[in-house]
């Protein structure tokens, strides 16, 4: 399976600023999805990191609020924009790999705003 | 992609077999079940899958009903570190590669008891 990184870890942010979370992985993969999980909730599918073009956004989710990035095949980057309380969650990476059914996530991005 | 019925929550002591129940009842021909795991904290994990039969891994086995409406997963010696909340998720398989992002619904929390 991939191993996937995920930078930083946690951070803790001001409302209004913005934060740029980066996803790395060991080998290059097919696909790149962000997700986010808000305190005590299940995970929520925000957006399809397309190489090369646009991401693909779930509905409840927009290019301005979370603008993505995936230059190349191992690593994209997902940005919490003008970041309110509200937007206080883990963020994950996963990933799915050439003919494998099965994705795999990183350890995920713990944000705190205040 | 279909929904998934699970229980909130089950406890099992540990070295017994913990048996999880998932329901989805709306399947389509071309899904497969996919089951993950939380471990508090960190990204999900995942455990297994399976089209129509019955598989196992290192980690468990998946019992898949004949009708495909619903399906067990069974970890046979569970531990302590077997701790988590339980994703069942149906999904489309596109063959050639690609894939959707997963739906995650509420899944179940396994306590294994001491």
């Known amino acids: 399976s991939a191993v996937i990184s995920q930078k930083p870890s946690r951070d803790i942010c001001q409302r209004g600023t913005s934060l740029t979370i980066q996803c790395q992985v060991d080998?290059?993969?097919?696909?790149m999805f962000w997700y986010r999980q808000q305190p005590g909730q299940s995970l929520t599918l925000i957006a399809t990191?397309?190489?090369?073009?646009?991401?693909?956004?779930e509905s409840g989710f927009v290019i301005d609020k979370f603008p993505i990035s995936r230059p190349n095949l191992t690593f994209s980057t997902l940005t919490v924009s003008n970041m309110s309380p509200e937007d206080s969650s883990i963020y994950l990476c996963s990933v799915v790999s050439g003919e494998e059914t099965e994705a795999f996530f990183g350890q995920g991005t713990r944000l705190t705003v205040v | 992609d279909a929904k998934t019925t699970q229980p909130p929550s089950m406890d099992c002591a540990e070295g017994r077999a913990a048996n999880l129940p998932c329901n989805h009842s709306?399947?389509?021909?071309?899904?497969?079940v996919y089951w993950y795991r939380q471990i508090h904290s960190q990204g999900p994990q995942y455990i297994i899958h399976g089209l129509k039969n019955n598989e196992t891994n290192e980690m468990a086995s998946l019992i898949i009903t004949e009708d495909r409406k619903s399906s067990t997963l069974i970890l046979p010696h569970a531990t302590l570190r077997d701790t988590a909340v339980y994703y069942c998720?149906?999904?489309?398989?596109?063959?050639?590669?690609?894939?959707?992002?997963?739906?995650f619904g509420k899944g179940t929390h396994l306590i294994i008891q001491p």
């Open positions: 080998s290059q993969v097919t696909m």
């Open positions: 990191a397309n190489q090369g073009s646009e991401a693909t956004y």
């Open positions: 998720i149906v999904r489309v398989w596109y063959s050639g590669g690609g894939a959707d992002g997963l739906t």
């Open positions: 709306t399947i389509s021909g071309n899904e497969y």
